[in-house]
């Protein structure tokens, strides 16, 4: 166990993580040069597309020390985005020591500060570690002291790489055996082992990543989930280096995956303690923090039959990221589908890419919403997250919704335009700081969690010119005056566009998305009207004109009767249509007409 070493690697989106992951893996020969592939450990084609991480990967590295040691090395990559924060604190929670990356032009971050208190609190030992160096931008020095005024972490030992070229990845390694602690444990004691994470594979059913605290898990052992003492049979052992190679066994302190011939996803809960059941261990692991999704949507099938598929591709992901939610709902327009909850916007675009992508599924996504804690006039509470729910205004007595506080680190020159953005969204500023000797502001913020979840980041990032940077965790429920925003079109009304908006703003969002559903709903042989309405009234519309067939181009003269006669016949048949006819609305239509920002 002391040449074991468990380490994580976090950072700001963007700062060189998984390329840092890719030169370990290649200092360590974890692959040969023609194995090679940038983002190595970035598997899924979605991360690879949009160039972000969002599952942690693990990998087991050889490395052979300046001091004739021989250690083994376990990598975990995290994601950067604030919405992966999960993966982060669960990784951290697996390993004793961290790999804190910054960007030696761009320097201390939003998401760099969130994830280096997740490591203090994990009590991690911490490496600080100023990649990019071979920009011409880089300023090592102006980073050092950002580092050490505004983190509080000694920053005179810090490592200057630069992972692209390669520079400086035999110091990181060095001092990753010299000053990270092995891991604390003891082989001869009972197993005691806490499952990290879980997947599905088509070939070997349900995969768990664990780590094993004490005692040695062996092939063919019977073990024991402690939370709804399943028994099962471990069939397989074996670790990523980063391929997949099997092992006899886990000893205390190392990290690997198991398969256990489990067929039921429920069985599988990550934070669960594993124990061997002929010699249990005395007490379960505490397991990792429960989370709780902020943003809600509904996803339907478009195919009727395709309820129990998706039901199953759910359940499938939900083993693999387990910071979502979902249960089953109808709806008038729409049918049979889901409740799902998630934990920011680029989550739920990411799930339901992966859902159309992996399981080949054509869905309809409605509006995203929050929850909001509706106390009414009887005293009973209710906590509401699908618009379609909100009760009567008569009948509630005070509505509250979510407030978060936000943290916002950007350049001198573009705070004015970030402090009226924020006001803007009904923010409250708390605090205004300068960090360092430096020309960056550190903002603090309370702002509702429904005014930032739908386009408040890109609109950031766009006025930032991309040098803004944010993070955010959920404050408090604070009273609020909200309307509940319906849309008609053609007369009928669409659950999936419904929305709980503020009440100074309904009328202004109401006439935003019926603008876009404009442009968005294809046009027709008769005219279409789209309609915003607050509680009946009508606070918005937009027509949609129809296509003209010109039914008099045959005439070649004669009395003009012939001619009204026809336009009149060709005003019945659209005036039949109009009654009849429905608007196919585009599914993508749902989720594009609240991107107001663009």
Request: hydrophobic share 35%; aromatic share 6%.
């Amino acid at each position: 166990m002391d040449n074991v070493r468990n380490f994580a690697i976090i950072a700001h989106i963007d700062h060189g993580k998984s390329t840092l992951a890719d030169r370990l893996i290649e200092e360590c020969n974890g692959l040969e040069a023609r194995e090679m592939t940038n983002q190595v450990l970035d598997s899924m084609d979605i991360e690879r597309e949009r160039g972000i991480t969002i599952k942690a990967q693990t990998v087991r590295l050889n490395y052979t020390a300046n001091d004739g040691n021989r250690y083994c090395l376990n990598l975990m990559d995290t994601p950067g985005h604030v919405d992966f924060s999960y993966e982060v604190s669960r990784s951290l929670a697996t390993c004793e020591g961290s790999l804190l990356v910054i960007d030696s032009s761009q320097g201390v971050e939003a998401q760099t500060l969130a994830n280096v208190y997740k490591a203090i609190d994990n009590n991690h030992e911490i490496i600080v570690v100023l990649n990019k160096v071979d920009l011409p931008a880089s300023d090592p020095e102006r980073v050092k002291l950002q580092v050490k005024e505004i983190i509080g972490i000694g920053s005179s030992e810090s490592i200057l790489i630069s992972a692209k070229t390669g520079l400086g990845i035999r110091d990181v390694l060095e001092a990753i055996v010299t000053k990270l602690p092995a891991p604390q444990g003891n082989i001869n004691a009972p197993l005691q082992a806490i499952l990290v994470d879980s997947w599905y594979d088509p070939y070997l059913g349900v995969v768990i990543l664990v780590r094993v605290k004490n005692g040695v898990l062996k092939k063919g052992m019977k073990i024991v989930m402690m939370s709804n003492n399943a028994t099962y049979q471990v069939d397989n052992i074996g670790i990523f280096t980063p391929k997949k190679v099997m092992m006899s066994e886990l000893s205390a302190g190392e990290v690997g995956f198991i398969t256990a011939s489990m067929r039921k996803v429920a069985d599988c809960k990550v934070g669960d303690t594993i124990t061997e059941e002929k010699k249990p261990c005395g007490e379960a692991l505490p397991g990792f923090k429960e989370i709780h999704p902020v943003v809600f949507c509904s996803i339907f099938p478009n195919k009727t039959d395709g309820f129990e598929y998706l039901r199953e591709a759910l359940e499938k992901l939900h083993l693999n990221d387990t910071s979502f939610t979902f249960e089953a709902e109808t709806s008038n327009t729409l049918g049979y589908g889901f409740r799902c909850g998630f934990l920011g916007m680029l989550h739920l675009e990411v799930i339901q890419e992966r859902l159309e992508r992996e399981f080949d599924l054509d869905l309809t996504a409605t509006a995203p919403s929050v929850t909001y804690e509706v106390t009414m006039q009887s005293g009973e509470t209710l906590n509401i997250h699908n618009p379609n729910d909100m009760p009567d205004p008569v009948r509630v007595k005070i509505v509250e919704e979510p407030w978060i506080t936000a943290t916002i680190m950007v350049p001198d020159q573009y705070l004015g335009e970030i402090l009226s953005l924020c006001e803007e969204r009904r923010g409250k500023q708390e605090d205004l700081s300068y960090v360092g000797n430096t020309t960056t502001a550190l903002l603090k913020y309370k702002l509702p969690l429904s005014e930032v979840v739908f386009d408040f980041y890109g609109r950031l990032k766009s006025i930032s010119k991309g040098y803004a940077s944010l993070d955010w965790e959920i404050s408090n429920y604070q009273k609020s005056q909200i309307d509940r925003l319906s849309f008609l079109v053609n007369g009928k009304p669409v659950d999936a566009l419904t929305c709980i908006v503020h009440k100074s703003r309904s009328e202004k969002r109401g006439r935003e998305i019926c603008a876009r559903l404009k442009d968005l709903i294809p046009r027709q042989q008769y005219k279409i009207a789209i309609q915003a309405t607050v509680g009946g009234k009508i606070v918005a519309r937009e027509t949609i004109n129809p296509y003209r067939k010109d039914v008099t181009a045959k005439l070649y003269g004669g009395d003009v009767t012939r001619r009204m006669k026809l336009l009149e016949k060709q005003k019945k048949g659209k005036k039949r249509l109009y009654s009849v006819g429905n608007v196919d609305i585009p599914h993508n239509a749902f989720i594009q007409a609240l991107k107001i920002g663009d």
